[in-house]
Structure formats: structure tokens, C-alpha cells
């Protein structure tokens, strides 16, 4: 049974259709990396599968059981869409880390509020995500004091900190100078060999090739073209995914 | 009349002027909130009456409004309550201007509480999307994150123009002497009357200047107390 079953997932603002009709599963333990060009809707897509956006048509399913549905009559409350919150994490381009906490605080303030364990337990937990991303010298820092590979770690941390299902990565590193986009891909690529189940939207072709199972290009709301690594960057069948690679080579080279 | 003298009857002024202030904020500065929400609800009848009714306070001069709100009840409705009440207090309890200053005060306070409102909003719309949704995807309840999240950072970037609000305060409580409550100023001008003194008008000076030294360390140090981070 697959983990996460997405069909047909649609959504507009206003009258632009951003997604228009997507759908794909995802194994446990599976990588997934969306590529595909600036406005194509990776964004929009991972924010409907974290309920900050709702899509208008279509259906989540995780671990086989049905948690949104697009045609349903009745809207889902709050706390169903908490609680379906809970089987995603999201990081976010920007990080989005808060301000006023510090890099442990930032990790046990949702487990705490959400009653996750007694205060030494989640203290500990965190205590061992930070190890995970190598920040333990960084504990009582405050993010304006973290350089963006770090935050960027530390909201990895956080994120981990509730143990989603399947975690979402939106372009994780396109804040990033380019010095510092190597120790968070490192860190991504650690949670691939722990059986971390991930969706990881990104422009780093050569990293969507090494630590994907599968691989989705989007063009414009749909699914391009998807497949293993392999067959979407060694033999793309649509041409929209030949010119995107081609143009990526171009800029990159 | 000597130097002290003249201090201590000043002094019975600025005790008037300490009081507007110190009503003013505490109550000014809560009952801007519910005005900040009401301005931003999507409710779109509240919002306009809210923007509607800050837009007023703020357009009017604070002397025209605490006219309003002393003459009124007795132009309008054949009862000058504020009149009555100065009447009532003063022969029962022997305290003076009670009624003017009530009127004062409750000018004062809707007043403020609209300037606070829109420093509110601003502080409360300046934070970003991204820390509601930090906090959203991390499964915790809106009064969550607005309560644990949004609020101290909406604190850190009210400071500054709340300091400056609170500067200004103490100076406009002068305004209350246009229906002669006696504050600080009422007070001085009484002794260029009565006494021909006219050195203690420029004196009452002094005394705002110390109180804002005292105001400005004070809000420096909340201020500093939050520089501990940035947002
Ligand atoms: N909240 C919104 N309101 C209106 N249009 C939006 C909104 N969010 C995204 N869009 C539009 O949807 C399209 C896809 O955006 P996005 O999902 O961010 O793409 P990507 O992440 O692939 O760059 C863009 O054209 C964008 O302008
Ligand atoms: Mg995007």
C-alpha cells in the first residue's frame, strides 16, 4: 500500500488554473523530486498536500486512508486539517525559523504544545535531531545569529521534531548562497538512508538525480513527464522536459 | 509665593496630568485591540465601521473632541452629566473637577485607543505569511500560534512607535485645561493671574521633561529587552 495516493489533485485562483489534474503515489521510503520551471505549481502543489491551500478537485490519501477529498460535501473542521497537517512536514524556502526562540526551543515548541511526550522526552528528542544536523554547538543560539544552511537545518530538525510521513521540501536551498546549499542537501541525503519517506521540489538537477527513486518534471499545472532518474534525465520523452534540461545545462554550465 | 511653594501647587497640577496619562494608557492601550481586530476582519461591515470611526478620532483635534464629549450630553439631551457630577463630588466628597475630568478622560482614552489600534495593525499585518504557516504546518491551533508565535514579535515592532505614542501622551494631557481642569498648566496660569507670577508658566517645563527622561529610560529598556532578536 502506498504511503501517499494523490489523484487528480486541481486547484485555481480566480480563474487561472494552476494545477490541472495531477496525480502520483509514493512508497515508503521513497524520494520523490519535482522539477520543472518558476510558476509550473510545484509550490502551490506542496501547499495543498500540507492543507494551507485546499484543492478544488481531487483526493489525498495517506497509508490508504482517504483524508481530503475535493468533492465532499461538508468542509473539513480545524482539527481534521491539523490533524491531517500532521501526516506532512514542510520546510520551507525561506526557512521561516522563530525568531524569538532559540534553535531548541524552535524544535519542542509544537511537540510541547501538542502534549508529544513529558518535557525531558521531546527535550531529548530534539536534542538528538540537532545532533542529526549538526547544530548541537548552535542549541541556545537564536536564528538571526545562524547562518541560512543553518536555519535551513534547524527548520529540517523542526520539522522532523513531529515525525511527519512524508516530509516536503520546497527548493530548500534556493535562499541559499551557493557555499551553503551542500550541508543541507548532505543533510536530505542523510534522512534518504534513514527510510525517510520525502517529496523534494528543487532546482539542484545533479542532487534530483542522486537521491531520487522517482522524479517528476511539471510544465505549466501538469505532470510533464515522470519516472525514474534515469528516464527523465537520460531519455525525457517530451520535449518541454528536453528544453528544460537543456536550458538548465546552459545556465548551470 | 517662594520657589517651593510654587513647586508644591505645580506639582497638584501635574498629579492631574500623571492621572489622564496613566488612565489613558492602561485602559487606552487594551481597548485598542479589540478596534486593531475589528479594522482587519474580513467582515467587511465591522471593518468599514472601525476604519470609519478611527478616521474620525484621528481627523478631529483631541481639544474639539473633549469639547464634544463635555458639551454634548448637555446640548443634546438637556443633561450636562460631567456638570452634574462636578456638582455632586464637590459638595459631597469635597473633591474638585471630577465631572471635567471624567469627560477628559474618557476623550483621551477613545482617542488613544485609535492611535494604538492602528499601531496594532500595523505591527500585527508586518509579520510575514510564512511564520502563520511555519506554525500552521506544524499542526498547531490559530490562537497557537497567534498566542505563541506572532504576538511577541508584534510586541518587538510596537515599541518604538508605541514609546513615541506614550511621549506625546504626556504632553497633550495640557490639552485638558481647554474646560479648566486644573492640570499642570491650568495651574501655572492661575498663579500669572492671580499672583502676577509669570516664570512658573515656563517651569511646569521641568517637570514634563523629567517625566519624559524617566519614560524614555524605562521604554529603552524594553526596547533592549527584546534586541535579543530579530525578526
Ligand atoms: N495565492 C495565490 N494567488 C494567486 N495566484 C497564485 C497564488 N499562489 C500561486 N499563484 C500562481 O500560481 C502559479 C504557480 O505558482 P507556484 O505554485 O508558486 O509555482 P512554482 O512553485 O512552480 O514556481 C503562478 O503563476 C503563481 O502566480
Ligand atoms: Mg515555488
Known amino acids: 500500500m502506498s504511503v501517499l495516493e494523490v489523484k487528480n489533485i486541481k486547484k485555481s485562483f480566480g480563474k487561472t488554473e494552476v494545477l490541472k489534474g495531477i496525480s502520483f503515489s509514493l512508497e515508503k521510503g521513497e524520494v520523490l523530486s519535482i522539477i520543472g520551471s518558476s510558476g509550473s505549481g510545484k509550490t502551490t502543489l506542496l501547499r495543498c498536500l500540507n492543507f494551507l491551500e485546499f484543492a478544488s478537485e481531487g483526493t489525498i490519501s495517506v497509508n490508504g486512508k482517504l483524508i481530503f477529498d475535493g468533492q465532499a460535501e461538508n468542509e473539513l473542521s480545524d482539527s481534521e486539517i491539523r490533524n491531517n497537517r500532521l501526516h506532512f512536514g514542510l520546510v520551507f524556502q525561506s526557512f521561516n525559523l522563530f525568531p524569538q526562540y532559540s534553535v531548541l526551543e524552535n524544535i519542542t515548541l509544537a511537540p510541547t504544545l501538542l502534549n508529544r511526550g513529558s518535557e525531558e522526552e521531546i527535550k531529548a528528542t530534539a536534542l538528538s535531531l540537532i545532533e542529526r544536523v549538526g547544530l548541537i554547538d548552535k542549541i541556545n543560539n537564536y536564528p538571526c545569529e545562524l547562518s541560512g544552511g543553518q536555519q535551513q537545518r534547524v527548520a529540517i530538525a523542526r520539522a522532523l521534531a513531529l515525525e511527519p510521513e512524508i516530509l516536503c521540501f520546497d527548493e530548500p536551498t534556493s535562499a541559499l548562497d551557493p557555499e551553503l546549499t551542500g550541508e543541507v542537501l548532505r543533510v536530505i541525503k542523510d534522512l534518504k538512508n534513514e527510510d525517510s519517506t520525502m517529496i523534494v521540489v528543487t532546482h539542484e538537477m545533479e542532487f534530483a538525480r542522486n537521491i531520487s527513486d522517482k522524479v517528476i518534471f511539471m510544465a505549466d499545472g501538469v505532470i510533464e513527464e515522470m519516472g525514474t532518474p534515469d528516464e527523465v534525465f537520460l531519455n525525457p520523452r517530451s520535449e518541454k522536459t528536453k528544453s528544460f534540461l537543456l536550458k538548465d545545462i546552459e545556465t548551470v554550465g | 509665593m517662594s520657589f517651593l511653594e510654587v513647586t508644591l501647587f505645580l506639582l ?49 483635534p483631541l481639544m474639539l473632541q473633549i469639547f464634544i ?124 493671574a492671580t499672583k502676577a507670577l509669570v516664570w512658573p508658566l515656563f517651569y511646569t517645563g521641568v517637570f514634563y521633561l523629567l517625566f519624559v527622561g524617566i519614560l524614555t529610560i524605562v521604554l529603552g529598556k524594553v526596547e533592549k529587552k527584546l534586541s535579543y532578536f530579530k525578526s
Open chain 2, 69 to 192: 464629549i463635555y458639551y454634548v450630553p448637555g446640548l443634546l439631551f438637556q443633561t450636562p452629566i460631567f456638570a452634574h457630577i462636578d456638582r455632586y463630588m464637590a459638595s459631597n466628597f469635597n473633591i474638585l473637577d471630577a465631572g471635567r475630568i471624567t469627560a477628559v478622560l474618557i476623550a483621551f482614552v477613545i482617542n488613544y485607543a485609535c492611535y494604538f489600534s492602528e499601531i496594532y495593525r500595523g505591527g500585527i499585518e508586518s509579520i510575514s505569511k510564512g511564520q502563520y504557516e511555519a506554525g500552521y504546518v506544524l499542526g498547531l491551533t490559530k490562537s497557537q500560534v497567534f498566542k505563541k508565535i506572532i504576538l511577541k514579535q508584534v510586541v518587538k515592532r510596537i515599541v518604538p512607535p508605541m514609546s513615541n505614542e506614550i511621549i506625546t501622551l504626556i504632553k497633550d494631557t495640557a490639552l485638558a485645561n481647554c474646560i479648566v481642569v486644573c492640570e499642570i498648566i491650568k495651574q501655572a496660569k492661575e498663579l500669572a
Open chain 2, 12 to 60: 497638584d497640577g501635574f498629579k492631574i496630568s500623571l492621572l489622564i496619562f496613566a488612565v489613558t494608557l492602561l485602559c487606552g492601550a487594551p481597548l485598542g485591540l479589540p478596534i486593531a481586530f475589528c479594522s482587519m476582519s474580513r467582515f467587511k461591515p465591522v471593518q468599514a465601521v472601525s476604519k470609519v470611526f478611527v478616521w474620525i478620532v484621528r481627523g478631529i
